[in-house]
Each structure stands twice: as C-alpha cells, then as structure tokens.
C-alpha cells in the first residue's frame, strides 16, 4: 500500500521527477564544466561530455527499475547537491580536472543508488562489515578524485627532504621534498588501480577457463588442469621476480604477469565450484535443448557459481594488493616517480630507526583497505552460506 | 601397507616430475629474453670478436637444449656457474645464505607453531567464547596486513622504543648459537604473526569439523571433560589436515621470508635474490629461484607423503 503511494506521489516508474533534477544538475554541471574548459583541453571536455550522456542513461534505465522510497529519492538527490557544492566551492581545482569531478559526481550517484537499493541487506550487516564499507568507499572516492583533493603534484618537489609534521605539508615530505599526503593519495589511486585491474584480468582469465574446463571436460580440462598445476607448483612470489627479471618492470607487464599467476587460483576455484553445476539436470536438460557452449556458461553456470566467486573476488584482490605492494615495497613493482605505497614506505625507511612512524602510513593504508575487503567479504560469505541453508 | 607404499611412490614420482618441469620453466624463462644476452651485459661499445667470446665462456654459442642438460648436470653435482655481477662461484654464495635462510626459517619455525597449534587447540575447545573471537579477530587482521607492516611496526615497538632486539639481523659465521638466535629474534617474530594465524585457524576448524561425528557425540554422553574429548578422541583424526597446513607453512617460511629478510637486512637466500634481480644477475636468479621452488616443491610433497601417512584409514585397512 506504502508502496504504491509513494510510486504515485512520485509520478510512478518512468523518469520520476527526483531523477530528472539529478539528471539536470549533472547536465548542467558538466555544461559549465565543459564550457570552462573548452579552449584548455577540447578532448577532455568532450570525452567528458560523452561519458556523461551515457551515465545518465544507464542512471535513468537502472533508476526506473528499483524499488523506491521517499527516504531513498532524497539521499540521492541531497547526495547529488552536495557534491555539485562542494565542487563549486573549490571551483578552481574541479574545473581544472573535469575527469576527476565527474567520475566523482557519478560514484557518489551510484553509492547512493547501491545504497537506497540494498538498504534491507546493508541494515543487517553487523558493524564489521559497514566498517569495510565505509573504508572501501573512502578509499575508492578519494582515489577517483585525487586530483581535486590533492594538495600539491604527484611528482611535484615542494620543500626540503623529509621535513616534520606542519599545516603546509600535513604528513611533512619525503625523501626527495615531495609531500607526503599527496604521495598517498595518489599512491591510493595508482596502487588500487593497478592492483583493481590485475585482478579483473585474473578473473577474466582464469574464470573463462574454469568455466570451460568444467564445460567442456576432456582432453580441454586435462591440458588447462595440468598447465595450472605446474603453474602452481612454482611459488608464486619467487616465479613473479624471475619474470619480472626478465621482461622488465612496467606497468603492463605487472599487470599481466600477476594477473595470469592469480588467474590459476581463480581457475582451481571456478572448476570446482562448477563441476557441482555442471553434473545438476538442468544443465543437463539445456543441452539437450540443444544449447550452445557459451549459453550454457553463460545461463545456467554462472548464475550458481556467482556468490563464491563474488568472495573469491574481495580475497583475491586482498591478494593481488600485498602482492603488488610486496613488489614495490622491493623496487620491483610499480616504478618511480609514480606514487605507490610499497615503495614509499621503502624510501622514506630511514626514517623509522628514528622512531618516527611517518613512512608507515602508506602501508597502515595498505593493511586498513585490506582489512576493509576481508570485513565486507566475511559478511558476504556469511549472507551467502546462509541463504544456502 | 602396500596401499600406502604404492600412494607414497606415486606422490613422489609427480614430484620428481614437477621438479624437472619447473628445471625447464626456469630454464626457458631466459631463453625468451628479449634480445643478444650477451650484447646486453657487455654494453653498445662491444665488438664481435668480444660478444663471441663471452658466448663461449658461458656456453650460449651452443642449441638451447645441450645447454639445459649441461646446466642440469651442472647444477646435480653442486656447480651453479659464476654469478655475472662480480664472477664469484654461486655455489659459495648459495651455500651460505641458503643456512642462513633456514636458520631463520627453523627459529620462526620453533616459536610459531606449537604456539599456533595450541592457540588452535584452545580456540577449538573454548569456541565461540570472548577468547575464541578475539583470537579470530586478531589473526584475521593479522593476515590483512602486508609483512613489511608487521616487520616495522615490530622494529618501532620492541627495536627502537623499548629497545629489546636488533632492529638489523646482521648475523655471521662466527657468532654463537644463542646470539645468532638473539639476533634473528624480530624477523623471526615477524614470521610467527604471519604464519600463527594460517595454522591457527586451520587447526580450530579442523577439530572443530569433527565435533558433530556421531562419536564425539558418544563421547560427550559418556560425560568425559571436553578437554579430554579435543585431546584424545578429535585431535587423532584431525591430525591430517593438521599436519598438512604445517608443513605447507614451512613451505611458506622458506620461501615467503624475501621480504623480511630485505626489511631487516639479512643476509639470507631472498636478500640475495632480490639483489640480483635488481642487477638483472640472470645465472644468480636462476639458482635462488630452482633452490626456492625445489625447497617449495618438496615440502609440498612432504605435505602429501604426511597426510598420506597420518590417515588412520590408510594405516590399518581392513
């Protein structure tokens, strides 16, 4: 009854009024944006412009589609006000980083959506679990809009080597005179980033092949099975640095080579999980339909096997994190003078024989996003073993 | 007992196998480096009668698969070759810094898992109290953080403020016993939080697996003292699966101590890896590297061989 009240005070379904003021002040937001910077960076702007357009469509078909509440419409629109605010008010810094702002306006969006849309889940979750939330959202708001926040340049030299705690430089400088908040925001933004990325690749790789190996089976499953097991057999860390050794250390090369040693742990655990999907009927009864390989992945596997790879995702990526932070932290990983937590806490060591904690928070940063990921994957696994039961 | 001997020979023929696949990946890795090896090492200035010269004294003017097999003879009979940066026998190098590695290995060894196997022990038996969750929560942060976090807060904490231990492992031949054991103390005690938490909560889960079989449950209506129950009628069968994350952390222990070793300036196996890699001393990453996977791949055999062995069905077959 509640329901359908609201759906009629807010004018139904289809492009609510609430969404449609969203929708403008992003537009016209991103106009102003677009305007100011025009002349500065034409493909930025216009980029921007696109990315825009198509974000508010994907808003609107999603928004039509939730279950709506009063409560809810408002987050979003006071969310989508407060953003477009602050922007304003540190105009300079927003307009000179359209990408940043607007990937930032559209985060807060769609946190606020996720938000309104699991709220019944969310309200449940012990204090653990919104703990990892709330950091993992800090975390991925401040990487997207390092450049706004940031109070000095990733690689700029700003003072005198290692200069103390001060209202100019909040966490003091680095080895070389660079500051060191702004190190960490964007050492956020690289090392979450790539450490994101590599892990989308593991899970595409060694997902796909699972998934294959547990479809196809035969002589498919023996060859993928036995090259991972001899993968595996080599640990990992020391395999990486032979590697690394040899195709040298950029960022690609990171990223694929920690991608494809994940990708045979994301494999073991897709095949298994899948190989129970895969003996059920109605699998079975699909191909018997006459279905095709890539339907039945698709259709009847994926959906089952979902909740354990959706963890398997939060610890991997743990995984990957300290791996890639391990790396840095040896010179080995990402390489300078991009900002990354492993090889800040490395640079500025000296400083810790002196008792000063200063290089530490890059990797306290590392373990409390880590412990973050762990919290919100342990309620999950909870959430998803107990509807099984 | 034939069932076991056959399984065992079975475990380590695959082993065997492994090893001299992972021979051949280490091998072939260097292979794919892009470019003359020779023309990298000696620089633009060399000349062709120089870049032959040094081809022949390493044995790359030879087809890559008479290299493997020498190099793989080479190797069985203690002869690694000399290390590129400062042509010293990588055997003597190896040698050295391989006891260091386990000597570590075996302190951190010592300390944690009779710590951890008992905590696990304890946790099984007092499980969902105050003590139970805390030590949860604890080792599950402690998993989270990444080792050069613990290894630094442990140097500010017990090295720097309260000044205990030596916050650089500097350790050589000639020291004593218990100042070596001294000295290694904080890498050590690194170590123990990493691997404590693993074997801790593979223990409790294992004894606690057991708990709901219908003969604890015989035993509980007997009216024996849970203790008495853990110890005597679980901890038997749940010694497989124990012994099994064991010797899998061992593993770990040899093989993940890299970057405690470089934190604390240890002049172990991983030291001498990272330091090469950063040189690009090939011949030296290929030795550190087979040493760490042989020592990887046959602990992880041991892993099997032990399960194989602990599992009371196998023992006695009927």
Not at chain 1, 161 to 168: F, I, T
Not at chain 1, 271 to 286: C, H, Q, Y
Not at chain 1, 320 to 338: D, E, K, M, N, Y
């Amino acid at each position: 009854m509640t329901m359908t009240m609201s759906k009629e005070a807010f004018g139904g379904n289809a492009s609510p009024w609430v969404s449609r003021i969203a929708m403008a002040a992003i537009h016209f937001f991103i106009l102003v944006l677009f305007l100011q910077n025009v002349t500065a960076d034409t493909w930025s702007s216009i980029i921007g412009l696109l990315f825009a357009h198509l974000y508010s469509v994907v808003a609107l078909t999603y928004w039509s589609r939730i279950e709506r509440t009063p409560a809810g419409d408002t987050v979003v629109v006071a969310l989508t006000l407060e953003f477009v605010l602050v922007a304003i008010i540190f105009w300079d810094r927003a307009s000179a980083w359209p990408w940043s702002t607007m990937f930032g306006l559209a985060l807060v969006q769609i946190c606020a959506f996720a938000a309104v849309r699991y709220w019944k889940e969310l309200r449940g979750a012990p204090a653990s679990a919104w703990f990892g939330l709330i950091v993992i959202l800090i975390y991925v708001m401040v990487a997207a809009t390092a450049p706004i926040i940031a109070p000095f340049g990733e690689t700029e030299i700003v003072g005198s080597e290692y200069d103390v705690w001060s209202n100019k430089h909040l966490l003091g400088t680095d080895n070389l005179g660079r500051d060191m908040f702004t190190r960490i925001i964007y050492g956020g933004r690289n090392t979450v980033g790539i450490a994101f990325a590599t892990t989308v690749l593991a899970f595409v790789l060694g997902g796909l092949a699972g998934l294959l190996a547990a479809a196809m089976r035969g002589w498919v499953d023996q060859i993928l099975g036995r090259s991972v097991d001899i993968l595996m057999a080599i640990p990992s860390f020391i395999f990486a640095l032979l590697i690394l050794t040899i195709v040298g250390t950029s960022v690609p090369s990171l990223i694929l080579v920690i991608g494809i040693l994940d990708a045979t742990r994301v494999f073991r655990l897709a095949r298994a999980v899948s190989m129970n999907v895969v003996v059920l009927e109605f699998v079975e009864a699909a191909s018997l339909r006459g279905e095709g390989l890539w339907w039945i992945i698709r259709s009847e596997i994926l959906p089952n096997i979902l909740p354990p790879l959706v963890a398997e995702f939060g610890l991997r990526f743990c995984f990957v994190f300290l791996f890639l932070s391990s790396l840095s932290f040896l010179g080995l990983g990402i390489q300078p003078p991009t900002a990354d937590w492993g090889s800040m806490v490395r640079d500025n060591a000296t400083l810790i024989t002196y008792g000063d904690i200063t290089p530490l928070l890059p990797a306290a940063a590392i373990a409390l996003l880590t412990v973050g990921v762990n919290f919100v994957v342990d309620w999950f696994l909870h959430k998803a073993s107990g509807l099984k039961d | 007992m034939s069932q076991i001997g056959k399984m065992v020979a079975q475990r380590l023929a695959l082993g065997l196998l492994t090893l001299f696949i992972v021979s051949l990946i280490i091998f072939g890795c260097v292979e794919l480096l892009p470019g003359n090896f020779a023309q990298e090492m000696l620089g633009r200035g060399a000349t062709p009668e120089t870049v032959a010269a040094f081809n022949r004294e390493l044995g790359l003017d030879l087809p890559p698969h008479e290299r493997y097999v020498n190099w793989l003879f080479d190797m069985l009979q203690g002869d690694f070759g000399r290390s590129l940066a400062n042509q010293r026998e990588i055997s003597e190098l190896l040698g050295i810094r391989l006891q260091n590695t386990l000597f570590l290995a075996a302190v951190a060894a010592v300390i944690a898992i009779p710590l951890a196997v008992s905590l696990g022990i304890l946790a099984a038996l007092y499980r969902d109290s105050i003590f139970d969750r805390g030590v949860n929560a604890m080792t599950l942060t402690a998993i989270s953080f990444p080792e050069f976090f613990v290894a630094y807060v442990l140097i500010i904490v017990l090295g720097v403020t309260l000044n205990l231990f030596p916050a650089i492992s500097n350790i050589s031949e000639e020291l004593g016993f218990w100042e070596k054991v001294y000295r290694t103390a904080l890498p050590a005690l690194t170590m123990t939080l990493v691997i404590l938490a693993y074997v801790m909560r593979m223990t409790r889960a294992a004894i606690i697996n057991l708990l709901a079989s219908p003969y604890i449950e015989m035993a509980r209506l007997k009216g024996l003292r849970p203790g008495r129950i853990i110890l005597k009628h679980a901890l038997p069968n749940a010694l497989a699966p124990i012994i099994n994350v064991v010797v899998l952390n061992l593993a770990y222990l040899v093989v993940g101590v890299v970057l405690v070793e470089v934190v604390f300036v240890y002049p172990g196996l991983g030291q001498l890896l990272v330091d090469s890699v950063a040189k690009r001393d090939i011949p030296v990453v290929q030795a550190c590297s087979l040493v760490f996977a042989a020592t990887y791949v046959l602990l992880n055999l041991l892993a099997d061989v032990l399960s194989i062995m602990s599992n009371p069905r196998l023992l006695h077959p009927r």
